[in-house]
């Protein structure tokens, strides 16, 4: 099958940035759109710099009827789509909810109209590990595999669920109303992957791509990385007496490397294999609990990181890793990154570029990509 | 405490008109806003008849985003909405389900919105019990009790659950916001009402005032009151082999005067007692099978009507009752009227307004109500 042409939405953001570089290097045309709200959009040109392709980028804002249309109209060779734009702050989701529902939920609608009435047929929708909620509730379903009952417990992730039957619905409905109209052929066409991300972590080897949060980040590897720059005086970790071996939690961390290629071999999926709307989990299935997680930063650093216990945080659970096994088998994707080396790219790219896409990174790393 | 003025969105429809009556009887103030898409302006005349009281009517676009702006700005008073505009055709939604996500998900993240801006605080959510999806796969819980899992299955009840989530996503935001700068008086202000119905069924006692459904009823009632009108030739009996006393399936009917009273007792409730988000289902507890429907109707008509059976339809399960004790023990609401009354009172709405709201009812009907 020939690569067609895919929008990105949110595309440069940190997991669209890079599900971009591996599109490009996949051969597909890439048109990225992105509001720029939470991202840079010197992202694209660092994905240049390391694969020599260039994405074509609009402006866009989701909430906006026309806007998709616009790019819909101006480029009738895309027939996919890989949606990663939203808020995702889950704290924030439950001071601001309706911003959530206003971008991830009606923002959707707003595309899946779009692409029906431009027959944009397959969609990748970046989902979360967040839509199980607390997955401890099912003790035999740990890994999580995606038969898990869903039930999210915080607005962010109620959006997430909200979009994700919105998908379903929308591709089944699309396709039943083909077929009753005896065409299997189009009923076909319409396909749908919600990937269910864990703990994305860890950046481009290069050293010049990397995560570049705006304001106070929220996940452990982002805020260890800012105690090695000095920025933070020290990591809180919440609880040590969980059940674990030694007794912090325990996640599923993913390298962004290999989170990007699951885009990308679930869209080759959909377009090759025409399944319907399908979910799988993109996870490692290897938790490492936040001790694990100091000691691989430490070490990647080359010094200890200082940290501090403080008490569990309300809706915090013990153990969130993916059974992946339906990604392994069905895409044939399997996580090939370590930990350590998600923890030394992480490193490369924090101490080359203390202010993010908002500084051009050392002569030497962008020298070496040239070679 | 004194009643305010309340927005009924989606207040010419079925159980829309009958709670506007049962506003206006209890002595608030009532406008009405609706797109008129599947209901006539008409119902307002007749409930004017019936009260002597007028609600005001706005004719109004709920995707639109300005339009709840304009309303409330003119109506400063308004400080509570009962929202029923939606759609509403669990058929339908399987076929278009984005009208379904844009008018019921969008429409209500509107009304919201507009809500917060405009410091309008009390929401009453016209749900349904679809939000319990399969309910018989919790066997001991049957009738079904509020605490029952949610599932629904089809993408009507995903959008009803949509919706429920995101009004318990803000009031809960607005709640703790407001508790955080320290101002429990305006936490308590924001309340939300999730009403989660059965099958609502018959008319009002004086025959002007009924359901008006365009196109092809979906309900068991109005169509067998197009059988008994000769406007059908039969009703069709899906399935005679579920596991009831006679092989058909149950469902609870409410009488829509009961239903329309625990919208009103919903709406005092929380001005009364600020519980914040909470669900009540509305039903009687009692369970009717479609042969004991036929028997009452064709009672209420004075004569046998046509019938015939056909295999179960995909989805339809064999039982679904309300457990309303919360309703009762919090609301102080009861169901007074009996099954042979909802029969006997939509008989006498089908008989006498045989084009529904498009025509006059018979001045004998309206004369009676003078007296």
């Known amino acids: 099958m020939s690569a067609g042409s895919v929008l990105v939405a949110g ?16 051969g597909y045309k890439v048109v990225v759109a992105d509001n720029l709200y939470n991202s840079s959009a010197e992202a694209l040109n660092r994905i240049e710099a390391i694969c020599g392709k260039k ?13 998709f249309d616009k790019v ?54 970046s989902s979360s590990a967040t839509v199980y909620g607390d997955a401890t509730r099912f003790p035999n379903m740990i890994p999580i595999p995606e038969e898990c009952p869903l039930g999210p417990t915080n607005p962010y992730g109620n959006t997430k669920f909200a ?3 919105a998908i379903t619905d929308v591709i089944n409905a699309q396709r039943n109303n ?27 080897p290069s050293g010049i791509m990397g995560e570049d949060p705006q304001g106070v980040p929220y996940n452990l590897l982002p805020l260890l990385a800012q105690v090695a720059t000095g920025k933070r005086e020290k990591l809180m970790v919440f609880g040590d007496d969980y059940a674990s071996h030694d007794g912090t939690a325990i996640r599923d961390y ?26 799988w989990n993109l996870g490692t299935g290897k938790g490492s609990t936040v001790y694990e997680m100091i000691r691989a930063f430490s070490a990647a650093v080359g010094r200890d990181l200082p940290y501090e216990v403080a008490p569990r945080r309300a809706g915090d659970v013990l153990n969130l890793t993916a059974n992946a096994n339906r990604a392994t088998k ?10 350590e080396q998600a ?9 080359n570029n203390p202010q993010g896409y908002r500084q051009q990174p050392p002569a030497e790393l962008l020298a070496k990509l040239k070679k």
């Not at 319409?190 to 481009?204: C, D, E, I, Q």
């Not at 989170?259 to 399908?278: C, M, Q, T, W």
Request: with cysteine; proline share 3%; glycine share 8%.
């Open 343 to 351: 923890c030394e790219d992480l490193w490369l790219w924090t101490k």
């Open 11 to 26: 595309g440069t953001g940190y997991i669209g940035s890079f599900t971009t570089l591996a599109l490009l290097e996949a």
């Open 72 to 125: 819909f109209e101006a480029h009738p060779d895309i027939d996919s789509v890989i949606h990663f734009a939203a808020l995702k702050a889950v704290g924030e989701s439950g001071e601001k909810p309706l911003d959530y529902y206003m971008v991830n939920v009606y923002g959707t609608i707003n595309l899946l109209r779009s692409m029906v009435r431009h027959n944009v047929t397959n969609i990748v929708f």
């Open 178 to 204: 083909a077929i009753k109209a005896g065409n299997e052929a189009e009923a076909k066409k319409w396909n749908g992957a919600l990937l269910r991300y864990f703990n994305p972590a860890g950046a481009h």
């Open 254 to 279: 993913i390298h962004i490397l290999d989170l990007a290629d699951g885009h990308l071999k679930a869209l080759n999926y959909l377009r090759a294999n025409n399944p319907g709307v399908r979910a």
């Open 55 to 67: 994405a074509e980028f609009v402006q866009l804002d989701v909430t906006n009827e026309a806007d």
């Open 163 to 165: 979009v994700e039957t």
């Open 330 to 339: 069905e895409l044939g994707w399997t996580p090939t990154r370590t930990l």
